[in-house]
């Protein structure tokens, strides 16, 4: 798990969205989530790249929007999935459309 952590590569990413409740039981994952893709290090493969949270006391569920430079928009619902199976799926999605990050991926 440490060597995917290291590998959040934001690069074909225009902005991310993470809104939740923190008063739910179910947002650990979507935090986390917030926690990897706001670090330095990821901030640093895309400095334009803006990562926002929505922190709302209104019970709603953990929601992630990832907009991608191209327009494509990937909505994730945290509540029943975890950091590692949130980060997988934005990351397939960013190898595919970055034709570099797929011949570092081969390596």
Same mark, same amino acid.
Do not use: W, Y
């Given at each position: 798990?440490a060597?995917?952590?290291?590998?959040?590569v934001?690069?074909?990413v225009?902005?991310? *969205?993470?809104?939740f409740?923190?008063f739910?039981?179910n947002?650990?994952? *979507?935090r986390?989530?917030?926690a990897?893709?706001?670090?330095e290090?990821?901030k640093?493969? $895309?400095m $334009?790249?803006?990562? *926002?949270a929505?922190?709302?006391?209104?019970?709603?569920?953990?929601v992630?929007?990832?907009?991608?430079?191209?327009?494509?928009?990937?909505?994730?619902?945290?509540? #029943? %999935?975890?950091? #590692?199976?949130?980060?997988?799926? %934005? #990351?397939?999605?960013?190898?595919?459309?970055?034709p #570099?990050s797929?011949? *570092?991926?081969?390596?």
């Amino acid at each position: 798990m440490a060597a995917s952590r290291g590998s959040v590569v934001l690069k074909t990413v225009k902005k991310i *969205t993470v809104q939740f409740c923190p008063f739910e039981s179910n947002v650990r994952a *979507t935090r986390d989530f917030l926690a990897l893709v706001g670090s330095e290090k990821a901030k640093a493969t $895309n400095m $334009n790249c803006e990562v *926002t949270a929505e922190v709302k006391h209104d019970r709603s569920e953990p929601v992630i929007a990832v907009t991608f430079m191209d327009g494509e928009r990937l909505v994730m619902k945290g509540a #029943q %999935l975890t950091s #590692q199976e949130m980060l997988s799926a %934005l #990351q397939t999605r960013c190898i595919a459309k970055d034709p #570099q990050s797929k011949a *570092t991926a081969k390596k």
